[in-house]
């Protein structure tokens, strides 16, 4: 059950998208209001949302944080959350990470899904992500929380689009079947230098019950994964800051490389 008005959910959108646009941080949401629930938290999200598509932003694919064992306990929460993707935030591979539209960028590796069915919850299970599933690709995360020094709990990020801000996609696309995905590995490099190593089953043991996951918490709000869709399944790597300076690569088994540099 929601806690927030209508115009409470309104301002606080307000609050937070005008802090991701102008590269400032804030302090968290449950700070002002302790008794906000997880519905309120989606409220705000998809009050953010539909700012975007007012303003002629288009939402170009869905991602789902907090994934890993690792992230959870790194951030300290409880659960998974998602979010979702603007048409602003996608970098082409090898492009530049602007430093100063963002606060304290990370970056971490992941998989990307991308749909040729509908996939609509809830029951929604590993099996039907594997057979609505049309490729895989590798993706890079740039996430950027607006709250004081990365600090949250799960409702004021959910609040947040999930720290969502950039995103890199790119290397190599692959139909499902032509890779073990429990079990493909990655290895970041920032500046050279080996700073990450994982495999696809630290998300959820699975890539594909991540993508599971965000269909049935979508079908909450009666909303599907339309086919076509692109889903950034989570963090396969801790998150690792970057720098104004910094160059990085990650290398994914069978998918090719993805790489950027902070500007």
């Known amino acids: 059950m929601t806690t927030?008005?209508?115009?409470?959910?309104?301002?606080?959108?307000?609050?937070?998208?005008?802090?991701?646009?102008?590269?400032?941080?804030?302090?968290?949401?449950t700070d002002q209001y302790p008794d906000m629930d997880y519905e309120d938290?989606?409220?705000?999200?998809?009050?953010?949302?539909?700012?975007?598509l007012a303003r002629g932003n288009k939402v170009v694919g869905m991602k789902m944080g907090l994934t890993s064992w690792a992230k959870m306990k790194q951030m300290g929460v409880e659960k998974p959350c998602y979010g979702f993707?603007?048409?602003?935030?996608?970098?082409?591979?090898?492009?530049?990470?602007?430093v100063d539209e963002l606060i304290h960028p990370k970056?971490?590796?992941?998989?990307?899904?991308?749909?040729k069915e509908e996939l609509r919850g809830p029951?929604?299970?590993?099996?039907?992500?594997?057979?609505?599933?049309?490729?895989?690709?590798?993706?890079?995360?740039?996430?950027?929380?607006?709250?004081?020094?990365?600090?949250?709990?799960?409702i004021s990020v959910i609040a947040d689009n999930s720290s969502s801000s950039r995103f890199i996609s790119g290397g190599v696309a692959k139909p499902i079947a032509d890779l073990e995905l429990k079990t493909l590995g990655v290895v970041m490099r920032l500046n050279g230098q080996v700073v990450q190593t994982g495999a696809g089953a630290a998300v959820l043991g699975h890539p594909a019950a991540s993508v599971a996951m965000l269909a049935n918490m979508l079908a909450e709000r009666g909303e599907c994964l339309p086919a076509g869709s692109f889903v950034?399944?989570?963090?396969?790597?801790?998150?690792?800051?970057?720098?104004?300076?910094?160059?990085?690569?990650?290398?994914?088994?069978?998918?090719?490389?993805?790489?950027?540099r902070v500007v």
């Open 4 to 29: 927030l008005t209508a115009q409470e959910v309104a301002q606080l959108a307000e609050y937070i998208e005008n802090a991701e646009l102008q590269a400032y941080e804030i302090t968290k949401v």
């Open 41 to 52: 938290a989606f409220d705000i999200q998809w009050q953010i949302r539909k700012q975007k």
């Open 85 to 98: 993707l603007a048409d602003y935030f996608s970098i082409p591979d090898g492009g530049d990470i602007k």
């Open 107 to 115: 970056i971490e590796a992941e998989l990307a899904f991308v749909t």
């Open 123 to 154: 029951g929604i299970h590993i099996g039907d992500v594997l057979r609505a599933t049309d490729l895989v690709m590798p993706a890079v995360e740039v996430i950027d929380s607006r709250y004081k020094d990365f600090n949250f709990d799960l």
């Open 232 to 260: 950034m399944t989570g963090a396969i790597t801790a998150a690792v800051t970057v720098n104004r300076g910094d160059s990085f690569t990650v290398d994914f088994d069978g998918l090719g490389c993805i790489s950027g």
